[in-house]
């Protein structure tokens, strides 16, 4: 497809396990960033990724969390050690570049995640 | 970060238009604004942005005040489709990797 495609698009599992979620950015898009959305609240920001320079990890909560992009394309949020709340919807976004105004950005539907 | 204001909720009946405002008093001369909707169990969507002119493309219009402090976005014809959470957000011109959503508007619309 065209758009941003995650995956799964639902996850529960046990407190204390570790989990990936996954996003394909459209393609030809070099900026790609992490949200995540707690329930009924708006978007908090966890990581950027811009081409080949070193990404922005400033909105990432704990160490538990951490996110790689291979090849300019898909990235992977891996959260070790889940919490129940790290429970919320995990939302990617790509654009064609980032740090321009100008440039919208492309979210996917998100991971729903659920720690019991 | 410069600051947003919506109403928590409004609305509309279909086939009707609809006029959701913003505040931004604090809004810089470099900020741009922005306006995403996010559908029931979707992630949110890119509608329209503008810096001081008027903006009109195939899904809304933005009109922006002239001390730039508040903004409207404007459906013109209200659909059933259009019911979501809709987000005005404020973008410096660079370095602006986040964006920071607040609550948003939700809309409902009513056939």
């Known amino acids: 497809g065209a758009g941003v495609s995650q995956s799964p698009s639902n996850k529960v599992t046990e407190k204390g396990k570790d989990v990936e979620l996954r996003c394909d950015p459209i393609?030809?898009?070099?900026?790609l960033y992490w949200y995540r959305q707690s329930l009924g609240q708006g978007l908090e920001f966890l990581i950027y990724f811009q081409g080949n320079s070193a990404p922005d990890k400033s909105g990432l909560p704990s160490d538990r969390f951490s996110a790689e992009r291979t090849g300019g394309s898909v990235s992977t949020l891996t959260i070790q050690r889940t919490q129940q709340e790290d429970s919320a919807v995990y939302l990617c976004?790509?654009?064609?570049?980032?740090?321009?105004?100008?440039?919208?950005?492309?979210f996917g539907d998100g991971t729903r995640l659920s720690i019991l | 970060d410069a600051k947003t204001t919506q109403p928590n909720s409004m609305e509309s009946n279909e086939e009707e238009p609809v006029h959701l405002p913003c505040n931004h008093s604090?809004?810089?001369?470099?900020?741009?604004i922005h306006w995403y909707r996010q559908l029931p169990s979707q992630g949110p969507e890119y509608v329209i942005h503008g810096l001081t002119s008027n903006v009109n493309n195939r899904m809304a219009s933005l009109a922006i005040a002239e001390d730039r402090k508040s903004s409207t976005l404007i459906l013109h014809r209200a659909t059933l489709r259009d019911a979501a959470v809709y987000y005005c957000?404020?973008?410096?011109?660079?370095?602006?990797?986040?964006?920071?959503f607040g609550a948003g508007t939700r809309l409902t619309v009513k056939p």
């Open positions: 393609s030809g898009h070099t900026a």
């Open positions: 957000i404020l973008r410096a011109e660079y370095n602006n990797n986040d964006m920071r």
């Open positions: 976004a790509s654009s064609l570049v980032a740090g321009y105004s100008n440039q919208p950005q492309h």
């Open positions: 604090t809004i810089s001369g470099t900020d741009y």
